[in-house]
């Protein structure tokens, strides 16, 4: 194993620290009612289906003969393995065993189920008994005073989801990675930073000189700098930025699916 590899008891303890979290696995769009998905989170894969007017998440690993239950189909409000036939109910209890029907089904024939919702447009879910925290606010999804666009998702991202936010909240490299848009490379000092805890997240703030453009809304011509407002709402693989410019107030919610401990999928 190279020395660069984090050991399997290293892996394992990351994934426990946020298996406790709320966490993306799939646009809304992508479940669609006739048939199950299959997603990987912390890298356990995972079925996801809609049953009975809610979502379920089962281990993708029939209990009879380890059969992925997301190729399977959806049958009566349940989900049924294509292999022979077992049938889950949401809370994933077989209720069916088609060859042996008449006869007891015996009480470990279920596989382990987790907490799904949906919210923003995404399927959340949490590997953990009970949440340590609430699904990251986004209050601005549901108002009208903000412009949505679709989400963008960028898969197979090679990236700890944590190593991504830290690379977000870090403002020092605009001036470098993207002069004249974020940044100024005359001003390459970072700016003062106010921290604090609000509830279950960690919030930053900062104002910085940012070169008139586009994307702060500036008006069409707009030349040299503009003090823009940063400020981060972070929770441990989700961040949402409010950016406060003088073309207007600017809300960007990034928010990472941990695939596995170093690889993540992510929805902007
Ligand atoms: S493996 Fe699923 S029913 Fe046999």
Same mark, same amino acid.
């Not at 003969?65 to 009566?76: K, N, P, R, T």
């Not at 209050?139 to 700890?160: I, L, M, N």
């Not at 930073?193 to 509830?199: D, N, P, Q």
């Given at each position: 194993?190279?020395?660069?590899?984090?050991?399997?008891?290293?892996?394992?303890?990351?994934?426990?620290?946020?298996?406790?979290?709320?966490?993306?696995?799939?646009?809304?769009?992508?479940?669609?009612?006739?048939?199950?998905?299959?997603?990987?989170?912390?890298?356990?894969?995972?079925?996801?289906?809609?049953?009975?007017?809610?979502?379920?998440?089962?281990?993708?690993?029939?209990?009879?003969?380890?059969?992925?239950?997301?190729?399977?189909?959806?049958?009566?409000?349940?989900?049924?393995?294509?292999?022979?036939?077992?049938?889950?109910?949401?809370?994933?209890?077989?209720?069916?065993?088609?060859?042996?029907?008449?006869?007891? !089904?015996?009480?470990? $024939?279920?596989?382990?189920?987790?907490? *799904? /919702?949906? +919210?923003? &447009? =995404?399927?959340? #879910?949490?590997?953990?008994?009970?949440?340590?925290?609430?699904?990251?606010?986004?209050?601005?999804?549901?108002?009208?005073?903000?412009?949505?666009?679709?989400?963008?998702?960028?898969?197979?991202?090679?990236?700890?989801?944590?190593?991504?936010?830290?690379?977000?909240?870090?403002?020092?490299?605009?001036?470098?990675?993207?002069?004249?848009?974020?940044?100024?490379?005359?001003?390459?000092?970072?700016?003062?930073?106010?921290?604090?805890?609000?509830?279950?997240?960690?919030?930053?703030?900062?104002? !910085?000189?940012?070169? $008139?453009?586009?994307?702060?809304?500036? *008006? /069409?011509? +707009?030349? &040299? =700098?503009?003090? #823009?407002?940063?400020?981060?709402?972070?929770?441990?693989?989700?961040?949402?930025?409010?950016?406060?410019?003088?073309?207007?107030?600017?809300?960007?919610?990034?928010?990472?699916?941990?695939?596995?401990?170093?690889?993540?999928?992510?929805?902007?």
């Amino acid at each position: 194993m190279s020395s660069l590899q984090p050991s399997p008891e290293a892996i394992e303890t990351f994934n426990q620290g946020l298996a406790g979290f709320w966490h993306p696995v799939a646009l809304a769009s992508e479940l669609v009612p006739e048939r199950p998905l299959g997603v990987e989170l912390l890298g356990r894969r995972l079925a996801l289906a809609r049953l009975g007017g809610g979502i379920s998440a089962f281990d993708d690993l029939c209990r009879h003969f380890g059969a992925a239950l997301s190729i399977g189909e959806i049958v009566d409000g349940c989900l049924r393995c294509h292999y022979h036939g077992w049938t889950y109910d949401r809370a994933g209890t077989v209720v069916d065993i088609p060859a042996r029907r008449g006869l007891p !089904i015996p009480r470990e $024939a279920k596989v382990p189920c987790y907490r *799904a /919702e949906e +919210a923003y &447009g =995404l399927i959340w #879910v949490c590997l953990a008994a009970e949440p340590r925290a609430a699904i990251p606010a986004y209050p601005e999804f549901a108002s009208d005073q903000f412009v949505k666009t679709p989400y963008r998702t960028y898969d197979g991202w090679e990236a700890a989801a944590t190593r991504i936010v830290m690379a977000a909240l870090d403002d020092t490299h605009f001036p470098w990675v993207h002069p004249g848009i974020l940044g100024d490379p005359a001003h390459p000092e970072p700016p003062d930073h106010r921290a604090w805890v609000e509830g279950d997240h960690l919030v930053s703030t900062y104002a !910085i000189e940012q070169p $008139a453009n586009i994307s702060l809304g500036s *008006a /069409e011509g +707009a030349t &040299g =700098l503009e003090t #823009v407002t940063y400020t981060n709402h972070v929770f441990p693989t989700t961040i949402r930025l409010h950016k406060a410019a003088p073309g207007g107030v600017f809300i960007l919610f990034q928010t990472m699916q941990p695939v596995a401990h170093n690889r993540s999928r992510i929805f902007l």
